[in-house]
């Protein structure tokens, strides 16, 4: 898989540390903060679209499709807190990982049970991870040694290990590994509906980052160049036999393609300050306001750069229509459904889509495993309540024309009850006030953009009472109210 050459120093690879392969010395805990690893996840997730409990799983239940950006956020957020310095940290994410997992279940299309938690799943989204990382480094002209690539295969093992102690059902050698890897691409995959959603959906209609949100035809025109590309990018680097039996073409000169687009980012991983290769670069240049880490004022320029380029897409491109002060309370309950409350984008609302919610919230908070149980119970009562007095047709889900029918006059004891567990959850000392920090926690964007910019009656300095917390929650999930600081929260990609 990689030809066999003595592995120097010149892309910073640290010595490892036997006692801790996954700490800050080891390969994949560089690899994580570094933007070109984002290669390697958009390739990993096609193959694992195509494990048959991984895609009834995404296709049902993931919000990758509707909010990518902020799943970009979260996939960061986690891999890097699996790889902290600090163990603890490590088993915290993991096991709060392992609880969210277990949550995601439910029969496929074909009546068959899948389970997020399924250790043969979890294993296969580990290997793919490894072989896109080998695969990554092959394209970008990289020679890893024997024992190289033996180190970073026991580093993705002690990363599945975190979660399932025992091993996870990954082999144990790296040689009984490929031997596994192929087994799993002939006989395991198949050719899932939600390996084309990604492949058809996510590059040509992902929606606009922050910089851009404002400015949708300025976006459009740019998606509609580098969609095609990045599509073709991600076909050409699949293995062939899984083209082959999905039916993938590779277009002409996308291989040269797909080796410069590997080798370009290797050069500027090589080239650039390591600042500037950062993840955390690339969440600055998606949103101006992005507020950084202290210490990290070497990106101040760049991140100025970026704020005067956004200013001068204001100046150049018309400001979007607005609309009408005079719409009906149906066209709004019906924008609200789409925007807030149908996470996964499949036109209805389910449980699967207030869980999403429930999930990003334990996320953004870190919650322990008492305060995220009793956030799911709360949103799982909700959903309940809504199915009794929304679901007119018994179809188990709910439409955005039944919910728009009742919205006007909806009132629930359950939602309230979400609200008190929320403002407890985020009360973080108890005090029965959400003071300003708690406020910005629960409220910053997937980028950290900090919220009271004057866009709407939200002052980020402002302290909430339970009462006024639970009035506006109310408000907003009744879609009777706007607030950007709760678009950031469940509506914003």
């Given at each position: 898989?990689?030809?066999a050459?003595?592995?120097?120093?010149?892309?910073?690879?640290t010595?490892?540390?036997?006692?801790?392969?996954?700490?800050?010395?080891?390969?994949?805990?560089?690899?994580?903060?570094q933007?070109?690893?984002?290669?390697?996840?958009?390739?990993?997730?096609?193959?694992?679209?195509?494990?048959?409990?991984?895609?009834?799983?995404?296709?049902?239940?993931?919000?990758?499709?509707?909010?990518?950006?902020?799943?970009?956020?979260?996939?960061?957020?986690?891999?890097?807190?699996m790889?902290?310095?600090?163990?603890?940290v490590?088993q915290?994410?993991?096991?709060?990982?392992?609880?969210?997992?277990?949550?995601?279940?439910?029969?496929?299309?074909?009546?068959?049970?899948?389970?997020?938690?399924d250790?043969?799943?979890?294993?296969?989204?580990?290997?793919t991870?490894?072989?896109?990382?080998?695969?990554?480094?092959?394209?970008?002209?990289?020679?890893?040694?024997?024992?190289t690539?033996?180190?970073?295969?026991?580093e993705?093992?002690?990363?599945?290990?975190?979660m399932?102690?025992?091993?996870?059902?990954?082999?144990?050698?790296?040689?009984?590994?490929?031997?596994?890897?192929?087994?799993m691409?002939?006989?395991?995959?198949?050719?899932?509906?939600?390996?084309?959603?990604?492949?058809?959906?996510?590059?040509?209609?992902?929606p606009?980052?922050?910089?851009?949100?404002d400015?949708?035809?300025?976006?459009?025109?740019?998606?509609?160049?580098?969609?095609?590309?990045?599509?073709?990018?991600?076909?050409?680097?699949?293995?062939?036999?899984f083209?082959?039996?999905?039916?993938?073409?590779?277009?002409?000169?996308?291989?040269?393609?797909?080796?410069?687009?590997?080798?370009?980012?290797?050069?500027a991983?090589?080239?650039?300050?390591?600042?500037?290769?950062?993840?955390?670069?690339?969440?600055?240049?998606?949103?101006?306001?992005?507020?950084?880490?202290?210490?990290?004022?070497?990106?101040?320029?760049?991140?100025?750069?970026?704020?005067?380029?956004?200013?001068?897409?204001?100046?150049?491109?018309?400001?979007?229509?607005?609309?009408?002060?005079?719409?009906?309370?149906l066209?709004?309950a019906?924008?609200?459904?789409s925007?807030?409350?149908?996470?996964?984008?499949?036109?209805y609302?389910?449980?699967?889509?207030?869980?999403?919610?429930?999930?990003e919230?334990?996320?953004?908070?870190?919650l322990?495993?008492?305060?995220?149980?009793r956030?799911?119970?709360?949103?799982?009562?909700?959903?309940?309540?809504?199915?009794?007095?929304?679901d007119?047709?018994?179809?188990?889900?709910?439409?955005?024309?039944?919910?728009?029918?009742?919205?006007?006059?909806?009132?629930?004891?359950?939602?309230?009850?979400?609200?008190?567990?929320?403002?407890?959850?985020?009360?973080?000392?108890?005090n029965?006030?959400?003071?300003?920090?708690?406020?910005?926690v629960?409220?910053?964007?997937?980028?950290?953009?900090?919220?009271g910019?004057?866009?709407?009656?939200?002052?980020?300095?402002?302290?909430?009472?339970?009462?006024?917390?639970?009035?506006?929650?109310?408000?907003?999930?009744?879609?009777?109210?706007?607030?950007?600081?709760?678009?950031?929260?469940?509506?914003?990609?």
């Open positions: 898989m990689i030809d050459a003595p592995a120097g120093t010149d892309d910073g690879i010595p490892a540390d036997p006692a801790d392969p996954l700490g800050p010395g080891s390969m994949l805990y560089q690899l994580s903060h933007t070109r690893w984002g290669l390697v996840t958009t390739r990993a997730i096609v193959l694992e679209a195509a494990h048959p409990q991984i895609g009834a799983a995404l296709i049902t239940n993931s919000t990758f499709v509707a909010h990518p950006w902020r799943r970009l956020h979260n996939t960061v957020l986690s891999a890097q807190r790889v902290n310095p600090d163990k603890r490590r915290r994410e993991a096991a709060r990982l392992n609880r969210l997992h277990a949550r995601i279940t439910g029969t496929d299309a074909e009546g068959r049970p899948f389970n997020a938690a250790p043969e799943a979890r294993a296969w989204v580990v290997a991870l490894f072989e896109s990382t080998v695969m990554m480094c092959r394209l970008s002209g990289e020679s890893l040694d024997g024992p690539l033996d180190r970073l295969y026991s993705f093992r002690a990363f599945l290990a975190l399932d102690p025992d091993g996870g059902k990954l082999p144990p050698t790296l040689r009984e590994f490929w031997r596994y890897y192929e087994f691409i002939e006989e395991r995959l198949e050719n899932t509906e939600a390996v084309h959603i990604i492949l058809d959906r996510l590059f040509t209609q992902v606009a980052p922050p910089l851009l949100r400015r949708p035809a300025v976006w459009a025109a740019g998606r509609a160049l580098i969609g095609p590309v990045a599509t073709a990018i991600t076909v050409a680097s699949l293995p062939e036999p083209r082959v039996r999905l039916g993938l073409p590779e277009l002409p000169g996308t291989r040269t393609l797909t080796h410069t687009a590997y080798l370009s980012t290797r050069l991983t090589q080239l650039l300050p390591e600042a500037w290769t950062r993840l955390d670069t690339v969440m600055a240049m998606l949103d101006p306001t992005y507020t950084p880490q202290p210490g990290s004022d070497a990106l101040a320029g760049l991140r100025r750069g970026v704020a005067k380029a956004g200013a001068l897409l204001r100046l150049l491109t018309p400001a979007p229509r607005t609309a009408a002060t005079d719409d009906s309370t066209r709004s019906s924008r609200f459904f925007e807030v409350l149908d996470q996964t984008g499949n036109g609302l389910d449980w699967p889509d207030l869980a999403a919610m429930a999930r919230i334990a996320t953004r908070l870190d322990d495993t008492q305060d995220e149980d956030l799911f119970t709360a949103f799982a009562d909700w959903w309940r309540e809504l199915q009794k007095d929304l007119t047709d018994g179809d188990g889900r709910i439409s955005a024309h039944e919910y728009a029918a009742a919205a006007a006059a909806m009132t629930s004891s359950a939602l309230i009850r979400v609200a008190e567990v929320l403002f407890d959850v985020t009360d973080t000392d108890h029965r006030i959400i003071d300003a920090r708690e406020y910005r629960l409220f910053h964007t997937a980028f950290n953009r900090d919220v910019d004057g866009g709407d009656a939200d002052d980020g300095d402002e302290r909430l009472t339970r009462a006024e917390f639970v009035r506006r929650f109310l408000n907003f999930m009744a879609g009777r109210w706007h607030s950007d600081a709760y678009d950031r929260l469940f509506a914003q990609s």
